[in-house]
Every structure is written in C-alpha cells, then in structure tokens.
T-cell receptor, first 111, second 113 residues
C-alpha cells in the first residue's frame, strides 16, 4: 500500500540550514505537502508542490522533488529557534485522494 | 477569516464512556477530515466527510463514527472508550475533497482513565 517515510529526528545549530527528507511509494501522487506542528498545536500547512514540479521556493523554504526516486525534501535556510517543531510530509495517495502521512521529523534547533 | 475550531480542547473520560467531539471548518470549506494523533502511531486518518456524506474511512473500529451537518460542521463520536483511545484528535477542513490543502484545528486532547 501507499507509504510515506521520514527520519524521526534532526538537530541543527541556529543559523544553519536544515534539510528534512521524505520518501513515498505512490507514483500517482499529485500534490505533496509539508506541514509544521508546534508543541500543543494543530498542524500548519507550510508549503506544497505539484508533482510535475521539481522545485518550489518560498522565502526561507525550498522544496525539492525527485519524482523518479520518489524523494521529497524541505530545506529551511537560516534556521531559527522558532523553527523547532515536528515537520510532516504528506502526499495525495491513490484514486481516493486520501492524504498519506509520514510520522513526522522532530527538528531541534540549538542556539 | 476564522480558522478551524474544535471543542472541547481537553477532555477526560473513563473507560466505557462515550465522547463527542466537534469541529467547525473554515467558512466555505465543505470537506472535514478527522485524525487521531498519538506519539507511537503518528497521524492516523479516521474519516472524511464531504457534503454530509462519509467519503473516506481509515482502519478504525466501528466505535469511531462521525457525521457532518448541512453547515459543514462535523462531529465525531467514540463509544465504549478504551485506554488506547487517549490521543490528540485533529480535525482538518479543505475547500474540496481530501487531498487538497487541509487546514487544521488545534485539536482535542482526550485522556481516558
């Protein structure tokens, strides 16, 4: 079945770039999303990319999509302590258009 | 524009009881999806409602049910609560059916003792 995998933890220093990776199995995905969840809060849509795109940039965020390898990444430039959160990758899986979610990557930003 | 609201924010129940959670989507959004989030299992899809009809369903037992009203507001119900039902229940709304951009509420933290 459809599956989305992410590494569980990432630790970076403030000011460095963070790269969060995600792999998925469904080749029919149309949209791929990145969501952010801060402690005690719901999920916030950060950005998304359509499957026919390779890259999307939005201020400090860069999304790269390698459709051949089914690999998605989120790069956060100049990472700040406020970026500490859990980041979820999701893709529209299958004919029923249900979102398939990764388990989330916990990003820790150290001063 | 107001965001997705969920009530109550926190709930404590005992095993065997039932619970009803409420979600009000963003104005103009017709789809509401429900998720269960636990530390070990991540985000698990429960079901999606669109135009008052359940359109998608996850792999949860029949104790979990939901409905959607004509104003797109949705409720989910869990009957015969078990300890393992303790979780954060998240509601998300989208303009059209699931798979589109989803906007999440803050969640309802349910604790079953």
């Amino acid at each position: 079945g459809e599956d989305v995998e992410q590494s569980l933890f990432l630790s970076v220093r403030e000011g460095d770039s963070s790269v969060i990776n995600c792999t998925y199995t469904d080749s029919s995905s149309t949209y791929l999303y990145w969501y952010k969840q801060e402690p005690g809060a719901g999920l916030q849509l950060l950005t998304y990319i359509f499957s026919n795109m390779d890259m999307k940039q939005d201020q400090r965020l860069t999304v790269l999509l390698n459709k051949k390898d089914k690999h998605l990444s989120l790069r956060i430039a100049d990472t700040q302590t406020g970026d500490s959160a859990i980041y979820f990758c999701a893709e529209t899986g299958g004919n029923n258009r249900k979102l398939i979610w990764g388990l989330g990557t916990s990003l820790a930003v150290n001063p | 524009k107001a965001g997705v609201t969920q009530t109550p924010r926190y709930l404590i129940k005992t095993r065997g009881q039932q619970v009803t959670l409420s979600c009000s989507p963003i104005s103009g959004h017709r789809s509401v999806s429900w998720y269960q989030q636990t530390p070990g299992q991540g985000l698990q899809f429960l079901f999606e409602y669109f135009s008052e009809t359940q359109r998608n369903k996850g792999n949860f037992p029949g104790r979990f049910s939901g409905r959607q009203f004509s104003n797109s507001r949705s409720e989910m119900n869990v009957s015969t609560l078990e300890l393992g039902d303790s979780a954060l229940y998240l509601c998300a709304s989208s303009r059209e059916r699931g798979g589109d951009e989803q906007y999440f509420g803050p969640g309802t933290r349910l604790t079953v003792t």
